[in-house]
T-cell receptor, first 120, second 113 residues
Framework: GAGVSQTPSNKVTEKGKYVELRCDPI?????LYWYRQSLGQGPEFLIY????????DSGLPNDRFFAVRPEGSVSTLKIQRTERGDSAVYLC??????????????????FGPGTRLTVL | AQKITQTQPGMFVQEKEAVTLDCTYD???????LFWYKQPSSGEMIFLIY??????QNATEGRYSLNFQKARKSANLVISASQLGDSAMYFC??????????FGAGTRLTVKP
């Protein structure tokens, strides 16, 4: 079956521009996560959706970052007024998201290939 | 405070030998999960192995095994019979209940022929 897909694979933009990054999770997975990975570091949590709602957005660095998942499947991460410091790989992951798995910490996340964002 | 610590920025292993990648964690939550991911140069995070805090036995998946020492809060990954294709970054991660997953800084493994 298809894994998590992300588009575009690469995005180059100019400082101050607006960008949208898309994530298509594994079919049937109710939980979806966005992470940001800077060079030489581990992924850093941004936001987590359970269905259509953002269950935890505590990782979003500021109000220029916003994410939606209107129908509980595809998600879009939106970054306004991009800055050079936003340059990173943005990873999306999905998991089955059942309450039993999530509450026991066992809900395995499967990652997409990422979108490499470069802000010039 | 750092919740996941990987103290080895880089490791080398000879092909066909075993290697252990260290991971220690910090939590007061009795229910948590520990994960290891592999990230080759292509960038995709590949799930390798999972250990639950209540699991009595160490997890194993093919050539991967997790040496889980709960009292010491360590969850080291053991790769047996290393292959050239094992060269990659390896990340340890922890999820506490329904909270977000925290990753360590990673260990770069290089397998030498």
């Amino acid at each position: 079956g298809a894994g998590v897909s992300q588009t575009p694979s690469n995005k180059v933009t100019e400082k101050g521009k607006y960008v949208e990054l898309r994530c298509d999770p594994i079919s049937g997975h109710t939980a979806l996560y966005w992470y940001r990975q800077s060079l030489g570091q581990g992924p850093e949590f941004l936001i987590y959706f359970q269905g259509t709602g953002a269950a935890d957005d505590s990782g979003l660095p500021n109000d220029r970052f916003f994410a939606v998942r209107p129908e509980g499947s595809v998600s879009t991460l939106k970054i306004q007024r991009t800055e050079r410091g936003d340059s990173a790989v943005y990873l999306c992951a999905s998991s089955p998201g059942t309450l039993a798995l999530a509450s026991s910490g066992t809900d395995t996340q499967y990652f997409g290939p990422g979108t490499r964002l470069t802000v010039l | 405070a750092q919740k996941i610590t990987q103290t080895q920025p880089g490791m080398f292993v000879q092909e066909k030998e075993a290697v252990t990648l260290d991971c220690t964690y910090d939590t007061s939550d009795p229910s948590y999960g520990l994960f290891w991911y592999k990230q080759p140069s292509s960038g995709e995070m590949i799930f390798l192995i999972y250990q639950g805090s209540y699991d009595q036995q160490n997890a194993t998946e093919g050539r991967y095994s997790l040496n889980f020492q709960k009292a010491r809060k360590s969850a080291n990954l053991v790769i047996s019979a290393s292959q050239l294709g094992d060269s990659a970054m390896y990340f340890c991660a922890m999820r506490e209940g329904i909270d977000d997953m925290r990753f360590g800084a990673g260990t770069r493994l290089t397998v030498k022929p």
